[in-house]
């Protein structure tokens, strides 16, 4: 009942920059805890960042830290991932996933409800 839509990937040269939007719609989406996820080709999908939407607090990933940013707009319904500085290991499908609430297992796919279908982000050296 909740839709995610991810846009913004494309291919980039190392050094470059993107940014990833994840447009939601469905009840109560102010109050959800939201998160991006990757996965490149033949591995599992990894913690990237997360934003709790009933507080100021975010979460990134150690690999991530310093380069990327994440955040929303309310008024929008839509959540952001800034990506400055890329690097070829970047290369993967971003998606967006969402729960109601906050989660201690918060940087673990399985505590997400609802997931996006990804957009793809390729990183050229």
């Known amino acids: 009942q909740v839709q995610l839509v991810e846009s913004g990937g494309g291919l980039v040269q190392a050094g470059g920059s993107l940014r990833l939007s994840c447009a939601a719609s469905g009840r109560t989406f102010s109050t959800y805890v939201m998160a991006w996820f990757r996965q490149a080709p033949g591995k599992e999908r990894e913690f990237v960042a997360a934003?709790?939407?009933?507080?100021?607090?975010?979460y990134y990933t150690d690999s991530v830290k310093g380069r990327f940013t994440i955040s929303r707009d309310k008024a929008k319904n839509t959540l952001y991932l800034q990506m400055n500085s890329l690097r070829p290991d970047d290369t993967a499908v971003y998606y967006c996933a969402a729960r109601p609430y906050f989660s201690s297992t918060y940087n673990q796919p399985g505590a997400y409800h609802y997931w996006g279908q990804g957009t793809q982000v390729t990183v050229s050296s």
């Open positions: 934003s709790s939407w009933i507080g100021d607090n975010t």
